[in-house]
């Protein structure tokens, strides 16, 4: 599984780094709710992170800029944006998710750990 995480990492880099993406991070996840995130890479071009969320846990509201997500377990999360707004999502492992801008909270309400790496994409310098 590790394997397939780099070969689509690389590919995201590699379709997506040129994309111009402006990165919103009014909201650091990281600086937020530090018990919930690893940093593993933060560099001029991407952030990867690794999340954790047991169930019954809850961040509070954050913001990432375009990126993916990998699940690297099954859960399932509730997701509310600023205006109130709620969706459950189911995580499956080994899914890849692309997401766009996004400021959302989340909360465990499943039975199983969120367990997920995030790759955020940085604005691209000329």
Request: with cysteine.
């Amino acid at each position: 599984m590790k394997k397939a995480a780099y070969v689509i990492v690389g590919f995201v880099l590699g379709a997506f780094a040129s994309s111009g993406a402006r990165l919103l991070m009014a909201q650091d996840p990281v600086k937020l709710s530090p018990q919930y995130y690893k940093v593993w890479i933060d560099n001029d071009r991407v952030r990867v992170l690794e999340f954790h969320l047991k169930p019954g846990e809850k961040e509070g509201m954050h913001s990432h800029p375009p990126g993916f997500v990998y699940s690297i377990s099954d859960a399932t999360l509730r997701m509310t944006v600023p205006d109130g707004t709620t969706s459950d999502v189911s995580l499956h492992a080994g899914q890849v998710t692309w997401r766009e801008a996004t400021t959302h909270a989340a909360e465990n309400i499943g039975k199983d750990e969120a367990h997920a790496l995030a790759l955020e994409l940085k604005p691209c310098k000329p």
